[in-house]
């Protein structure tokens, strides 16, 4: 997942055959809404990794416990 410019420059470098790459604007608050948001790449990645038998990512965060 390449997000914003920058990440997309650094990913002429990726050997495009062995990996699956989604782009997208960066999520930040200023560019989020010029295409981050409904780019779906949770679900892309997880619909490309079950396609090959490998197990879907659960993407919801890992919240901490709250103290007593």
């Known amino acids: 997942m390449l997000w914003g410019s920058h ?6 470098i990726i050997d495009k055959q062995r990996h699956h790459v989604l782009k997208a ?5 200023l560019s989020a809404h010029r295409g ?3 780019c779906n790449h ?9 396609q090959r038998g490998e197990t879907p990512i659960d ?8 103290s007593e």
Not at 7 to 12: L, M, P, V
Not at 42 to 50: K, R, Y
Not at 59 to 66: F, G
């Open 42 to 50: 949770f679900v892309l990645a997880n619909q490309w990794l079950e």
């Open 59 to 66: 993407w919801m965060p890992v919240l901490p416990a709250e």
């Open 25 to 29: 604007p960066h999520p930040s608050p």
């Open 36 to 38: 981050f948001f409904g």
């Open 7 to 12: 990440a997309q420059k650094k990913g002429a």
